[in-house]
DNA sequence: ATCGCTCGGGTTTTT
DNA sequence: CCCGAGCGAT
């Protein structure tokens, strides 16, 4: 065994020991325990590219899943650059779109035709919300959250309407309905030739299992599977991953000797599971070595990312979790500063605090897209987002509401499924009136049930308005709808070859020849003009997809589109702040992070109380976030926070104190600022001269919106062009006064530098600012 | 059929 | 606070 020979090897150049044990080892199964930041991608892709490199795999023969479309294009990227273009040809995906591709091919085999519908969570929601009305299952309390949830778990466990029946108790009422509930939305999503989200990963497992010789063609293709995250992997997922990696049946006596099974490369962190509630079980990742008997296990402890204090936070909180093996993370590369706290007054302080430390630190050099702001919920992006104008920091946020969940997008999109696959009902149900054409709910239904009456699809029953006894003008409308989506089919099949007829030929003619676009123009709702330009957005889009996919077709498109990930849209190269969920922040890193509302009944939220290992989940996402910063970390609360229209008290969460109080530098803590009288915050200083606040006055009417005098106020006004130049006295409804040291941009996006007498020094947005020019 | 109003309910994370 | 559902007016 020549070590000297492998080690110069320039992809083993650098690794660690147990790097390149993860790198080098071969076998059936091996289970790469991989901390936060300790390289387990580098380890990944030098281990991809090995198996290249050696000829020991064929491209195709790799199978590689990851979490994200963006954690697959950049492991693409990575071995791209390791072995060139050999890197071609390779699966590298997520499990849902691994699975699309092989429910594409393999569609008729099991009476789905491979132009199906993928329906996302909202289109989930409305086919439900329709059967607990046609049921009228409110009364026996059904929610269309609780059913779909429901219908979701079982999904994940491979549970299948059938299966589910033949155990269900059928004197209680509630299980009766719910059966029917779930035969109803399983037959509708067959009928309509679609799958829901669950559906994409466990069909491919029903399938695989009734048909063993399409399972074995992908049996013997794949030599080597690679999973990341693993620990956040559904029991559906395990069984396919299980499936893939079984010997593939010998289906040709005496034709070929049996190929023996694919070897199998786990990568996983149980401490970073947060996605139990989605049904990922870290049953998958704690018993892999029961499971697959033989495997190698190895552990990165090393981190390369964060600074030794962080790592120290991040031991600590997470040793809290008992049922886990001891791992501790270290760095080689020393202690860097202290982790900053602070705690302001309200959700506006907080975010005024996050805004000035941003300030700060990109004024000493850092980029806006090294800084990342994290936070439990969405609901808080609001305040953040109010502040963060007003001071001129520019900030994208990652995920949100997201633009493919618009509903012009969604319209937009519905006009364009109905082409690709007409029996999709629900997306011919949503253009019917869209815009409006004077067809109601009654024709709706009239067309409904004649659709039932002749067993056609709903799509086919446009055909028929003429014999339905409609009114003239409701029956030119639907056949003029109809000749539409005809004739964009026609355009649609000759794709993908025919030069200008692509996908943003049919969406432009569909949208153009349906009256939608002029309807969004000529409406005097001013928001339907940006929805108009979402709309025009969305073209781009297409044009976009078809310049990276000359050949592409709609139904791909559509397949992109419905697989995006918030995370997907992330753009290293922005010169923005990120915000986003710490859900989504998993797998990122930045030079910074702001961690907010690290409160009770936020982080943890209050929702997990309740779950049986909810507590202990909220801690390993709060572990997430801290892992995620390179050199600085800011922890921030705030003592009120703004809910439904008014303001509850909050308390300082239970993980701040799992946080060795020496790592922490508290601008101002919990305490100081629970204190009355205490160290004021900056943001307070202002206007607090001389005025007691309303705690001074004895017996004072309860004034809640004034409780903190000089808070940080929401309100944004518009200065419309406000002149400044350096040297104006000006007055900020928060700050106090001050005088401008500069000004720099141009038009509404101009920005004044003002040094405050008190508050400090601050960049405004001139525009949004609650200032005025003083004397 | 459509518009605009009021009322009430729900509030976590997402491929 | 934000939404969707329901209802009455046009």
């Not at 065994?1 to 790198?23: D, F, H, I, W």
């Not at 495997?295 to 964060?306: D, I, P």
């Not at 012009?408 to 149900?429: C, F, G, H, Q, S």
């Amino acid at each position: 065994m020549s070590t000297t020979v492998e080690t110069s090897s320039p992809l083993l150049e650098g690794l660690n020991p147990q790097q390149l044990e993860a790198v080098l080892y071969r076998g059936p199964a091996l289970l790469i325990v991989a901390g936060a930041g300790s390289g387990k991608t580098s380890v990944l892709t030098r281990r991809i590219a090995g198996l290249l490199e050696s000829r020991e795999a064929w491209p195709s023969q790799i199978l590689a899943i990851t979490f994200t479309n963006k954690a697959a294009s950049e492991m693409r990227d990575r071995v791209t650059r390791l072995v060139g273009r050999a890197a071609e040809g390779m699966w590298i995906s997520t499990f849902h779109s691994a699975c699309v591709r092989i429910l594409r091919r393999e569609a008729e085999q099991f009476g789905y035709s491979k132009n199906f519908t993928i329906y996302d969570s909202g289109d989930s929601r409305a086919l439900i919300k329709r059967i607990l009305k046609d049921l009228e299952a409110d009364v026996l309390g059904f929610t269309v959250s609780t059913a779909s949830a429901k219908i979701s778990k079982l999904k994940n466990e491979l549970t299948d309407v059938e299966t589910y029946a033949r155990q269900a108790n059928f004197q209680d009422p509630n299980e009766v309905m719910f059966v029917e509930i779930f035969r109803r939305y399983s037959r509708a999503l067959s009928s309509a030739n679609a799958f829901d989200f669950d559906d994409l990963i466990a069909q491919t497992v029903y399938l695989f299992r009734a048909f063993p010789h399409v399972a074995a063609l992908y049996q013997k293709r794949f030599r080597h599977i690679l999973v990341d995250e693993y620990q956040d992997t559904n029991h559906a997922q395990y069984a396919l991953i299980r499936e893939l990696t079984k010997e593939p049946a010998e289906l040709e006596p005496g034709l070929l000797a049996a190929t023996e099974a694919a070897s199998l490369t786990v990568v996983g962190d149980s401490d970073q599971s947060i996605y139990a509630f989605r049904g990922a079980d870290i049953r998958n990742i704690v018993e892999f070595e029961r499971d697959f008997a033989g495997a190698k296990v190895v552990l990165l402890e090393q981190n390369y990312r964060s600074t030794q204090n962080i790592l120290t936070a991040a031991n600590s909180v997470i040793s809290n979790n008992f049922d886990r093996k001891d791992k501790k993370l270290w760095t080689a590369d020393g202690d860097g500063e202290k982790i900053v706290g602070y705690t302001g007054y309200s959700g506006h302080d907080e975010a005024q605090f996050v805004a000035d430390e941003i300030a700060t630190l990109h004024e000493k050099g850092m980029a806006y897209h090294d800084i990342a702001v994290f936070y439990r919920t969405n609901s808080q992006t609001r305040a953040l987002e109010e502040i963060l104008i007003r001071s001129a920091v520019p900030y994208k946020i990652v995920g949100g509401t997201k633009f493919y969940e618009r509903a012009e997008i969604k319209d937009a999109m519905a006009y364009l499924i109905a082409v690709a696959n007409p029996a999709d009902t629900l997306a011919v149900r949503r253009i019917l009136n869209t815009p409006k054409r004077g067809i109601g709910p009654a024709t709706e239904t009239l067309l409904a049930t004649y659709a039932e009456k002749q067993e056609i699809t709903f799509r086919d029953s446009l055909r028929h308005a003429a014999e339905l006894g409609l009114g003239p003008k409701v029956t030119a409308a639907i056949t003029a709808l109809s000749d539409l989506l005809d004739e964009a089919t026609a355009v649609a099949a000759r794709l993908p070859t025919a030069p200008g007829d692509g996908v943003p030929e049919v969406l432009s003619l569909l949208i153009a020849q349906s009256g939608y676009l002029d309807a969004l123009r000529a409406s005097r709702d001013p928001q339907d003009e940006a929805r108009a330009e979402n709309v025009e957005e969305l073209v781009a889009v297409t044009k976009e997809f078809q310049r990276n996919n000359p050949e592409g077709a709609l139904v791909d498109f559509l397949t992109e589109v419905s697989l995006v990930a918030a995370v997907d849209d992330l753009d290293d190269s922005s010169g923005t702040v990120s915000l986003m969920t710490l859900h989504t922040a998993k797998g990122l890193e930045f030079e910074a992070v702001f961690l907010t509302g690290v409160e009770e009944d936020l982080l943890p939220h209050r929702m997990s109380a309740g779950e049986p290992g909810g507590p202990a989940e909220e801690r390993r996402l709060f572990y997430v976030g801290i892992t995620r910063a390179r050199k600085r970390l800011f922890l921030s609360l705030a003592m009120t926070r703004a809910q439904y229209g008014d303001v509850s008290v909050a308390m300082p969460s239970r993980y701040l104190q799992e946080i060795p109080a020496e790592l922490i530098d508290w601008r101002q803590s919990p305490g100081m600022a629970t204190s009355r009288g205490g160290t004021q915050p900056r943001a307070l200083n202002a206007r607090r001269d001389g005025y007691g606040g309303a705690y001074s006055v004895p017996n004072a009417p309860p004034k809640p919106k004034t409780e903190w005098a000089n808070r940080v106020t929401n309100q944004v006004r518009d200065n419309g062009d406000l002149m400044l130049q350096a040297g104006d006295r000006i007055r900020h409804t928060d700050f106090g006064d001050g005088r401008v040291s500069g000004v720099t941009g141009e038009g509404p996006k101009r920005i004044a530098e003002v040094q405050f007498d008190t508050a400090g020094r601050k960049r405004l947005l001139i525009k949004v600012a609650p200032i005025e020019k003083i004397g």
